[in-house]
């Protein structure tokens, strides 16, 4: 099985800190992606890769940013952290050309305080 | 834009009930569509991928349809039991990079 693992379960940042969240998959899939997930809004995508150094925008890629230098690693930035973008954070792996399924991690709870 | 509901919201069933999810698209030009269960506070794992040309695929007790071009699938879950209880998502993957768009989900109550 794909294992996708994040970084950190759970993180506490204070409002104007910038903040890295870490994904990293072992099956050399092409695509990762990041989500969030908020009550009532269900899971909104922010930002994908589909190969190293390439990223495409996501529906809500404002106040974020990504970076992939290698194939197994896609992060996610939050710039400048605000109060709204206290979440869950979720990265997807995907597509092998064995497979289509995407794979998620564990979940970042990201605190802004 | 793709949109995608699932009915019902929230569903409480006794243990040993055989039940279905349903989910609806908008846009019938899918690559795949997958199903999803949720655990509080966890991450999402991955149980059914119906591929768009596919009607149906089986897993365990688990069996998903899809009629691409109502814009249906529909999850059936077979003698249920309490370990069964999360959130199911359904998500449908676009023909360019397979983005996932998400249903906001079912939450499913098995009580013994």
């Known amino acids: 099985d794909v294992k996708v693992t994040q970084s950190s379960r759970y993180l506490v940042k204070r409002t104007g800190e910038k903040v890295f969240l870490e994904c990293v998959q072992d099956m050399d899939h092409e695509n990762m992606f990041w989500y969030r997930q908020d009550p009532g809004l269900g899971l909104r995508l922010i930002y994908f890769s589909y190969d190293v150094k390439m990223k495409e925008k996501g529906d809500i890629p404002e106040g974020y940013s990504v970076s992939r230098e290698k194939k197994e690693r896609f992060s996610l930035i939050l710039e400048s952290a605000s109060t709204n973008q206290t979440s869950m954070y979720l990265c997807?792996?995907?597509?092998?050309?064995?497979?289509?399924?995407?794979?998620f991690g564990p979940g970042t709870r990201l605190t802004v305080l | 834009k793709q949109e995608v509901t699932q009915i019902p919201a929230a569903l409480s069933v006794p243990e040993g009930e055989n039940l279905v999810l349903n989910c609806s698209f908008t846009d019938s030009a899918i690559y795949n569509l997958q199903w999803f269960r949720q655990d509080p506070g966890k991450g999402l794992t991955s149980l059914l991928l119906?591929?768009?040309?596919?009607r149906e695929q089986t897993s365990g007790r688990l069996n998903a349809s899809l009629d691409k071009s109502s814009g249906r699938s529909t999850l059936y879950i077979a003698a249920s039991q309490p370990g069964d209880s999360a959130t199911y998502l359904c998500?449908?993957?676009?023909?360019?990079?397979?983005?996932?768009?998400f249903g906001t989900g079912t939450r499913l109550l098995v009580s013994p």
């Open positions: 998500a449908v993957a676009d023909t360019g990079f397979q983005k996932l768009v």
């Open positions: 997807a792996a995907g597509w092998s050309g064995r497979s289509d399924e995407q794979f």
């Open positions: 119906i591929q768009s040309s596919q």
